[in-house]
């Protein structure tokens, strides 16, 4: 089950440098996560300083 970033996000750019297959990337106005790259791994989740990472 993949990782989704939420409303929550403020767009700090933290959970793309814990993301070991690089399956994050900047969106429009927020960050996004690649599913079909993401790992499963959580490094984003613990890395957001505001919880916008869920697990779908």
């Known amino acids: ?3 989704s970033i939420n409303d929550s996000c403020i ?8 993301c070991p297959v ?5 969106g429009d ?3 996004t996560i690649d599913a ?4 499963d791994c959580g490094s984003c989740a613990d ?4 919880g ?3 697990q779908e």
Not at 11 to 18: E, L, N, P, R
Not at 22 to 26: L, M, P, V
Not at 47 to 50: I, K
């Open 22 to 26: 690089g399956a994050i990337s900047e």
């Open 52 to 54: 916008a990472i869920v």
């Open 29 to 31: 106005g927020q960050y």
């Open 47 to 50: 890395g957001c300083p505001v």
């Open 11 to 18: 767009s700090c750019g933290a959970c793309a440098g814990t």
């Open 36 to 39: 079909g790259s993401c790992i």
């Open 1 to 3: 089950m993949a990782y």
